[in-house]
């Protein structure tokens, strides 16, 4: 439940939107392509968790799925 707390505050969103820019890029300039393209896409994933506070992968280890609730445990 530890890291569902953590991956609910200021510093997990922050580190998800961080790790989404990273994919992008390197999606993007790094691999190019259509690797490029799909990991570019796949980034977008960690960006739009960390704002909508949600934790994608929650679910698969007992947590809430929304960071408020995560947070409010």
Do not use: H, T
Request: hydrophobic share 65%; proline share 5%; net charge positive.
């Amino acid at each position: 439940m530890a890291f569902a707390k953590f991956m609910a505050g200021p510093i997990g969103r922050g580190v998800r939107i961080i790790a989404g820019v990273f994919l992008i890029a390197f999606g993007l300039l790094g691999v190019g392509d259509v690797a490029g393209w799909l990991l570019a896409a796949v980034g977008i994933l960690p960006i739009l968790a960390g704002v909508l506070n949600v934790c994608l992968i929650a679910p698969l280890i007992g947590a809430p799925f929304s960071g408020q609730q995560a947070l409010k445990q």
